[in-house]
C-alpha cells in the first residue's frame, strides 16, 4: 500500500527556515503528483506546493512563492519543501500528499488520493 512519511517539522522564529521531508513508497506508477498540502484547525486544506513526475513541473500557492522550494530526489523516492523566510502564517499541519490515476499536473484536494499523516510547523517569537 501506499505509504506517505513526513520529518522536518518543528517550531522556528519568523525569518528561520525549515526542511520537510517526503518517503514515499509502495507505487511503481510512472505518473504521479506529489506535494504539500497544509490545515490550520477550523480552515479548509490548502494546497502549497506540487511537482509533476512527467517533467518536474511545480506548482506553489502565491502566499509562498519565493519563500519555499519544492524539490525531488527520484533515487530515493523522497520529496522536499524548503521553508525559508518563514512567517507565523505558515503555521499549520503539513501533509505530503500524492495523487495517483490523476492528473500528474495538478496540485488539488480532489485529485489526491493519498496522504500522510502530516508533520507540524510552528512559527513564532
Known amino acids: 500500500q501506499v505509504q506517505l512519511v513526513e520529518s522536518g517539522g518543528g517550531s522556528v522564529q519568523p525569518g528561520g527556515s525549515l526542511r520537510l521531508s517526503c518517503a514515499a513508497s509502495g507505487f511503481t506508477d510512472s505518473y504521479f503528483v506529489i506535494g504539500w498540502f497544509r490545515q490550520v484547525p477550523g480552515k479548509e486544506r490548502e494546497g502549497v506546493s506540487c511537482?509533476?513526475?512527467?517533467?518536474?513541473?511545480?506548482y506553489y500557492t502565491n502566499s509562498v512563492k519565493g519563500r519555499f522550494t519544492i524539490s525531488r530526489d527520484n533515487a530515493k523516492n523522497t520529496v522536499y519543501l524548503q521553508m525559508d523566510s518563514l512567517k507565523p502564517e505558515d503555521t499549520a499541519v503539513y501533509y505530503c500528499?500524492?495523487?495517483?490515476?490523476?492528473?500528474?499536473?495538478?496540485?488539488?484536494?480532489?485529485?489526491?488520493?493519498?496522504w500522510g499523516k502530516g508533520t507540524l510547523v510552528t512559527v513564532s517569537s
Open positions: 500528499v500524492v495523487g495517483l490515476d490523476t492528473d500528474p499536473y495538478m496540485c488539488a484536494i480532489d485529485t489526491m488520493n493519498y
Open positions: 511537482v509533476s513526475s512527467t517533467d518536474g513541473r511545480t
